[in-house]
């Protein structure tokens, strides 16, 4: 284990203005309107301190809590994934020239960004994509030049939400690597910890005092606490050979009349990589952009090839979604492409329960 | 704040018309050329393999790589929707877009010595073309040379001609099939590609089955082939999904576990079995 | 030649021409592309004139509405509706499914006087359309897409997915869930931009009926947000009320309001 | 070409352009004598009175809004401050002034497109805008500046700018950022000299002359150049609060039409632009008065065609107070607040770009509304509109060309700005082919 120091709440800031005069730029955790939201702050004045945010299938509030930390509250609305592979992004453009048109490629303008809050299921989630998007035969430019301009601050989970079940893919609550600096919340400030040599930089620069025995042990029991009050599962032990198996289960006809093939459960998982490729022509036709957007295999043109739609109805699509996120995945990376963050639970307007719905249908009974 | 230019592989390049043949009233086949000449002389590909072709202000399609010819690279494109009509409006001395070659190509090397059968349905198997073409030219280097093609009448099928022409080669076998034609015709088989499975002559221990056309056609198929004693492991099909990057990021083309744009377009049977003719994939 | 274009008005609030008029400098250049012969709200005036695009707003609401459209359909190659009251009978259909007679009366002295068909309906129900622009209103976005994709000799497409993708891309906090507004943005064609969550208020489905839609589960989710079924059915029928799922889910979830009520009483 | 004065002269323009919504000319005269001039409304009936019935109040902004394409924020106002009244809400002062931001938006977008687009062909002698743009490129241009300044305006609060989604009872849905406010107040303050070369540019414009005799009704508000509460007033002497609109404005049928005309104690009367600045010119703050007057501009004035120059100066007006209102802004505690609704009628007017507006609701305890009037500005015009057209004409003179006499009454027309959209009231009529 590396190094650890003891930061005051007093001095929780310095972790900001020593990262600013490395030359990052905040993004970290916020209310806003009525969820906590990443976005880019410039002081620990807009961290979500005293809050309390409950979860549940379909639903999330914030309201006060009778506390002071910072990062009690289990994980936000989005994880690491807007930031690095965004939502909207141009990929090249074409313009017409006297010889007919040419190809331009945009420049990938990557702010060093420094994330503050990333959670374990987003750190799993985040060697996913870059699996994905960095270490195939095309590394894509665009993620990649964010990805390399990122800094991450990582806490561990000292509260879990009611959808939260990272414990059961063994994601979580406490991170293991893929930090540059790691913090343990405790009453009165955090333990710090660094996991590269940018985040030793960092840690040198604050005024860190000596984390005390109790300190060791608090941090390590509010983990145990956490794992201990995660009231969801998943039975992953053969998730993959089951749902193959069970491809006309009746339950996938039963979580379709309910599912409102919206895509919002795709579009928070912090692992889902689906994008479309979009053709904006100016309107006086002398150039066009290339742009590529989130999709979701909800939608119908995901599937879609002249004439048909393979996937044309909720039943299948939820099929998809659920049989590449537990099953094929596995084929193509190893593991599940799930990493028990919840969001897809939390944020599903139908109030869909993703783990129930895979347990039923795939779990060994 | 770095801006640096790195490597895009979304980025086509511009390659320009050099001739453009109607092949029927709808398809038609391009002759191209890159515009950067280097890039021109430096392409190359497998049998099987795909480029994704750009019109400018409408979209991306994948095609199929038809041929070199001349020095020229040649794609066959049927026009069905919104890229391929504008596509088809294009004249010789306009610019499109390319970028390619992707994906896993037809076993056409291991395939030496070897019987070879092609098995294609539908208009679409211009991902076959360019394969039977290569075992024609060199009717020694493989073994017998089977063609099984079937379509909905008789008029449907393209290049006539050169499935005439094949029919003459030595050790070669041409066997047609129209499943909506009403009258018999020589040379042609009534019903789907299956009736003419009886008539192939092939050593079933000792070749290679390449398969294309829809879904349904190839999984049938190759289970029956697999009856009729084919090794599974020697019948190979080629995939058809949206393809939006070509380049295995954007998750539209998963067939299973499958991507077909970069582990395919060409597959093993046994590879995709599971879900082959499954509703949904 | 230049192609020709027309804007044609029926029964409408003229908001969706606006999104010609809104281009502001992309106004001259489609001028400079196209000759609009028909549009009098701005001036050219040519209703018989022939035409390549025929845009229209508004819905057909009276006999002579019939016999003009049938006239522009003659008169043009390619035909657009533009918003809600083209493509669904527009706010104004709401009369379709009521005693119209009767509202007639309550708003007008001397009714006898109003030529009116009973009904409000979309310019489908009486000529062949070509494109469909949903939202009320249309936005300058969706306009000059449909332009240029003509001008480039190519079928408009419309992206059909549900405007909570958008919501997403957006990173707006969903309304459903942290608030329980009742959005309609699940049932909800994408176009605006997901404007109302991104003020932080429900959708009420100004874009019509997006793709595979699931109107009873969505209904089924506001009524454990606390809506009567009455509730529901009025967000169903409210602009683009005659849009064939919105109507059957309407009437759907106002027969349950009765059912509710002859169990209560 | 016949010009006698006492020949029959027939004109019948079906569709009159560079109007807003879609209105009839029909103008019959015989032997040196009008027999019939009319502006026929045919937009056919939309009944949203009815479609109100019913629904929660919650609903009526978004219905109402959908009256008028061109300046629904006149009907989502209106709407939204007869609840209030009724339910005894009262924002507070932020709400208050984001609602005259939001609604000199609308004036500006409004008012520039009708100067620039629709009445300058006029003045100018063009056919249209796109014809005029050849030759005055700046004027059409400004125009457009200006136009989507107003469009940006609203979309600040409103989202977009028709048919906007962020208003509701009791405030607004969000509100806007700190960041976002300025960077509108720069545009704001970058297009002060497009304004002021707006109103000197119309000033000099060579106007046809049209002195009339009418009455200006408004509505005054002791600190403020009025926009939203206030009493309704008129330089005849009127006085009353708006709950008192039932009792001196009447709509009726008249004879020869089926549209609806009000009138007031029995008498025509003018709404706009005109009739505001005509009451409430000394409001204007001092910099749009001084300049207004450096111009060689006078109010009251009794000549219709500076109906367009008062729109001019409204422009004027309407971004200086969005500077005002943007300077001073600052985010909110809440930018709502909370509304039981309860039974009872509220009733409310506003000033839409085109004049006086107003509303009436009658609502059920549980916030359900039991009935609706609504009478927008030009139904209120369209008697006044019919007798300008009858006396101008007749001191123009019968002796000029149909075309002349035409283009004479379209012009005449336009200048009020009639906004035929808002068609609430309006019927088809049956063309009269004598
Ligand atoms: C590996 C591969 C090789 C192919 N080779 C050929 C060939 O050699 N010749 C030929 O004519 N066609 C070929 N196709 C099919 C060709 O890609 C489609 O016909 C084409 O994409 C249709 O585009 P469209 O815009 O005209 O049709 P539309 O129906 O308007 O389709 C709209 C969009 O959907 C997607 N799409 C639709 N159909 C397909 C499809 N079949 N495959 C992938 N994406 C699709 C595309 O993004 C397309 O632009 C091949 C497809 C694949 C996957
Ligand atoms: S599971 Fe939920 S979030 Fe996902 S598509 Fe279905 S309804 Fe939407
Ligand atoms: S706010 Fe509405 S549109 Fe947005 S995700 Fe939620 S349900 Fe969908
Ligand atoms: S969110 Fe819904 S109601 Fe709002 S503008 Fe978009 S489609 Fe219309």
Redesign the pocket.
């Known amino acids: 284990m590396s190094r650890s120091g003891f930061l005051q709440y007093e001095k929780f800031n310095q972790l900001f203005s020593q990262l600013q005069s490395a030359g990052y730029g905040c993004v970290g955790p916020s209310v806003i309107d009525g969820a906590v939201q990443f976005g880019k702050i410039s002081s620990v004045a807009q961290l979500p301190q005293g809050i309390e945010l409950t979860v549940k299938p379909g639903s999330v509030r914030v309201a006060k809590g009778d506390h002071q930390r910072y990062f009690a509250w289990p994980n936000g609305a989005q994880g690491i994934k807007p930031w690095l592979y965004r939502s909207r992004e141009l990929l090249w453009r074409a313009e017409q020239t006297e010889q007919g048109f040419v190809f331009n490629r945009p420049e990938v303008n990557a702010e060093p960004i420094a994330f503050i809050g990333a959670r374990a299921c987003d750190l799993a989630a985040l060697q996913l994509q870059d699996l994905h998007f960095m270490y195939g035969d095309y590394p894509d430019p665009f993620y990649s030049a964010h990805r390399n301009a990122l800094f991450i601050v990582g806490v561990n989970c000292s509260h879990t939400g009611n959808t939260c079940f990272c414990a059961s893919t063994g994601d979580g609550p406490e991170i293991q690597s893929g930090f540059d600096l790691l913090l343990d919340e405790l009453d009165d400030g955090f333990i710090v910890r660094f996991g590269s040599e940018k985040g030793l930089k960092i840690f040198e620069q604050l005024e860190l005092t000596p984390v005390s025995a109790e300190g060791h042990v608090d941090a390590k029991a509010q983990i145990a606490e956490v794992i201990a009050a995660q009231e969801r599962a998943l039975l992953h032990e053969n998730m993959h050979a089951n749902i193959f198996s069970n491809l006309d289960d009746r339950e996938w006809d039963s979580v379709a009349e309910k599912c409102l093939a919206c895509g919002n459960c795709t579009m928070v998982c912090p692992t889902c990589f689906c994008h479309r490729e979009v053709e904006v022509q100016a309107l006086d036709g002398k150039s066009s952009q290339h742009i590529r957007e989130w999709d979701s295999c909800f939608n119908q ?1 995901h599937s ?4 048909i739609t393979i996937r044309d109805e909720t039943r299948l699509r939820y099929r998809q979604w659920m049989s590449h996120k537990l099953g094929s995945w596995r084929d193509q990376y190893d593991r599940t492409g799930c990493t028990g963050c919840g969001r897809c639970i939390s944020w599903c307007p139908a109030a869909i329960d993703f783990v129930a719905e895979a347990n039923l249908i795939a779990g060994d009974s | 704040m770095s801006a640096q230019p790195i490597a895009n592989p979304y980025l086509p390049y511009e390659a320009e018309i050099v001739e453009r043949i109607q092949e029927t009233p709808d ?1 038609f086949t391009w002759r191209l050329r890159f515009v950067d000449e280097q890039l021109h002389q430096q392409y190359e590909f497998q049998h099987g393999q ?1 480029n994704m072709l750009y019109q400018f202000g409408v ?6 790589v ?1 041929n070199r010819e001349q020095n020229l690279l040649t ?11 504008a596509m088809a409006e294009l004249k010789a001395g306009h610019r499109i877009g390319i970028r390619g070659p992707y ?1 896993r190509g037809w076993p056409i090397q291991d395939c030496t010595g070897k019987d070879v059968v092609f098995i294609t349905a539908g208009l ?1 198997c ?2 076959a073309i360019s394969a039977i073409q290569h075992v024609a030219e060199c009717r020694t280097c493989f073994g017998r040379l089977v063609i099984m093609q079937s379509v909905k009448h008789r008029s449907d099928m393209l290049w006539q001609k050169q499935y005439d022409e094949w029919r003459q080669l030595p050790n070669t076998q041409v066997l047609l099939a129209a499943s909506r034609e009403k009258t018999n015709w020589p040379n042609w088989e009534r019903g789907r590609v299956s009736v003419l499975f009886e008539d192939a002559i092939y050593d079933k221990q000792n070749c290679t089955v390449m398969l294309c056309g829809p879904d349904g056609m190839m999984s049938g198929s190759a289970r029956m082939l697999a009856e009729l004693g084919v090794p599974e492991e020697h019948i190979y099909l ?7 990057c070509a380049i295995g990021h954007c998750g539209h ?1 998963q067939f299973g576990s499958a991507f ?2 970069k582990d ?2 060409v597959f093993s049977y046994p590879e995709v079995k599971e879900v082959l003719g499954h509703r949904g994939f | 030649m230049k192609p020709r274009v027309a804007v044609h008005k029926f029964a409408s609030c003229s908001g969706c021409q606006l999104a010609f008029i809104n281009m502001g400098e992309d106004l001259i250049t489609l001028t400079e592309l196209v000759d609009i012969v028909h549009f009098p709200e701005a001036g050219p005036l040519g209703p018989e004139d022939a035409v390549d695009i025929a845009f229209i707003e508004g819905s057909v609401t009276t006999p002579e509405d019939v016999d003009r459209l049938k006239g522009i359909r003659e008169h043009c190659g390619y035909l657009v509706t533009m918003g809600a009251c083209a493509t669904s009978g527009g706010i104004q259909a709401l009369k379709n499914n009521a005693d119209s007679d009767a509202w007639l009366k309550s708003v007008y002295a001397k009714p006898e006087y109003v030529e009116s068909l009973s009904t409000s309906a979309a310019i489908s129900r009486h000529v062949a359309v070509d494109f469909e622009l949903w939202g009320c209103p249309v936005n300058v976005r969706q306009i000059s897409w449909v332009v240029r994709q003509l001008l480039t000799g190519v079928e408009p ?1 419309d992206a059909n997915e549900k405007v909570c993708a958008e919501c997403k891309r957006k990173n707006t906090v969903c309304v459903l869930v942290s608030k329980g507004e009742p959005c309609m943005g699940p049932v909800t064609r994408t176009g605006c931009g997901a404007l109302c969550p991104s003020f932080g208020t429900a959708c009420y489905a100004c874009y019509g009926p997006a793709e595979g839609i699931n109107t009873e589960a969505l209904g089924q989710r506001f009524i454990g947000l606390g809506l009567q079924p009455a509730a529901i059915a009025q967000k169903f029928h409210m602009i683009n009320n005659a849009a064939d799922e919105f109507d059957s889910a309407g009437k759907s979830w106002a027969a349950k309001q009765e059912v509710s009520n002859e169990h209560s009483s | 070409m016949n010009t006698h004065p006492e020949r029959e002269i027939n004109i019948e323009v079906p569709v009159m352009v560079r109007l807003e919504g879609e209105g009839a000319l029909s103008f019959q005269a015989s032997n040196g004598k009008v027999e019939q001039l009319h502006l026929r409304i045919y937009e056919p009936p939309r009944l949203f009175e009815e479609f109100l019935v019913g629904r929660n109040y919650t609903d009526v902004p978004t219905i109402t809004a959908r009256i008028c394409g061109i300046c629904p924020i006149a009907y989502q106002m209106t709407s939204i401050l007869a609840l209030e009244k009724l339910f005894d809400v009262e924002p507070g002062p932020w709400v208050y002034d984001m609602r005259r931001l939001l609604y000199c938006g609308e004036w500006l977008q409004s008012h520039a497109l009708h100067i620039h687009l629709l009445a300058a062909p006029d003045f100018l002698g063009f056919d249209n805008a796109i014809d005029m743009a050849e030759d005055h490129p700046e004027t059409v241009t400004r125009g457009m500046r200006l136009q989507a300044l107003g469009n940006e305006i609203l979309r600040l609060l409103g989202g977009r700018s028709v048919h906007p989604i962020g208003l509701k009872v009791g405030g607004f849905h969000k509100a806007p950022s700190v960041d976002a406010a300025q960077s509108l107040l720069k545009k704001c303050e970058a297009a002060l000299d497009d304004v002021r070369q707006l109103v000197a540019w119309c000033a000099q414009l060579n106007l046809p002359e049209d002195q009339q005799q009418f009455t200006s009704v408004a509505i005054h508000n002791e600190n403020e150049y009025a926009i939203m509460p206030g009493r309704l007033r008129s330089d005849a002497g009127l006085n009353i609060g708006f709950n008192q609109y039932a009792d001196n404005f009447a709509e009726e049928q008249v004879p020869h039409s089926t549209a609806f005309y009000s009138r007031l104690n029995g008498h025509s009367y003018f709404l706009g632009p005109l009739a505001r600045v005509n009451l409430n010119f000394s409001q204007l703050p001092g910099s749009v008065k001084a300049w207004a007057e450096a111009q060689g501009l006078k109010f009251p004035s009794a000549d219709m065609f500076h109906n367009v120059v008062a729109r001019a100066i409204e422009c004027h007006y309407a971004l200086e107070e969005s500077i005002r209102i943007l300077k001073a802004y600052q985010l909110p505690e809440s930018p709502f607040v909370e509304v039981v609704p309860k039974a009872g009628v509220g009733e409310f007017c506003t000033e839409a770009p085109r004049g006086m507006i107003y509303h009436r609701y009658q609502v059920d305890a549980s916030g359900s509304i039991r009935a609706a009037t609504i009478i927008p500005p030009t139904s209120q015009n369209q008697l006044r509109i019919e007798e300008n057209l009858k006396s101008s004409v007749e001191r123009f003179g019968l002796n000029h060309t149909d075309d002349e006499l035409r283009l004479f009454c379209e012009k005449i027309i336009r200048n009020y700005d009639p906004c035929i959209s808002c068609s609430v009231h309006f019927l088809k009529l049956d063309v009269d082919r004598c």
């Open positions: 043109d879609y090839i002249h004439g | 398809v795909f979209g991306e399609i994948p095609v199929s038809k794609h066959t494109i049927r026009v069905v929707g919104r890229v391929t009509k994906g679409g211009a991902p080629s995939l058809e999904r949206n393809m939006q083309c077909v744009c395919g377009p | 497409v």
